[in-house]
């Protein structure tokens, strides 16, 4: 665990501006979820242990136990929209679950979340409003403040859903990237994720799908989907209070038996023991 200051919040949201000059903001931990937007200027975010170059424009998602120092190069204003996975929870989301695991997924190595370029003027229009209302209260400015942070979550997780293997071709064609989203869009459906369901959706032979994939994405197919369901798993295991077995009917699995023995092919351990042992380590870290 790292040794930096924890960062506390007050209320389940907060919204600030913050302009900085050449003072970083450093060695900090987050007990809460924080996006920061680039309003203006550049420089650096290091964040456990990974140094990202920000500039104007960029969203970054940092989550829970991230820890992070800001070095500023250019003078930066940042709007920073603080909640914490309470927020997350309780605000009625039509998959809440989804959009809370995504939060917990954002890569950090990829620095701005943002991969939808039509969302960069969305975004920015929706930081415009919010600082608007930090500047300038108004009647009614908190239920707005709730909406357009919302509007920001949505986007942060959607854009998050699109993040690609590590290992796809910078060329990869339009075709792979498609067969990528349709996995994501259908894990919940095994009978969807059968490599001859993919291939006939995508107009590929069956018998050529599986080097295709491999050969854009430098793992097979099925690894991908494997592991990009273990992952939803883990968060289910570690951010909800559902039982193994909702779990287990949610993910397509015929019981809970079927889906432990899948997780500890992974994992090497445990549903029960996973969720036990990370439990365990966030009263330690909340402590």
Known sequence: MCEFKKENIRQSLEVLYRKVDDCPLKDLRLT??????????????????????????????????????????????????????????????????????????????????????????????????LLQGVRHSDLYEEDLQMHLVNALIVIAARNIARIKPAQLKVNADQRIQDIITYIQNNIFSPQKLKAAVIAEAFDISDTYLGSYFKNQCGETLQHFIATYKIRLIEHRLKFSDRRINEIAYEFGFSDESHLNKFFKKYKNLSLTRYRKSNAAERIVQAG
């Open 32 to 129: 809460f979820f924080q996006m920061a937007y680039i309003i203006s200027g550049n420089g650096f975010l290091s964040i456990n242990g990974h140094r990202i170059a920000y500039k104007t424009g960029n969203l970054m998602l940092l989550t829970p136990n991230d820890c992070y120092n800001f070095d500023i190069e250019e003078t930066t204003e940042f709007l920073l929209i603080k909640f914490t996975s309470d927020y997350v929870k309780k605000y009625r989301w039509k998959n809440i679950c989804e959009i809370e695991c995504l939060l917990y997924y954002s890569t950090h190595l990829t620095g701005c979340i943002l991969r939808n370029e039509s969302d960069y003027p969305l975004v920015r229009s929706i930081t415009q409003s």
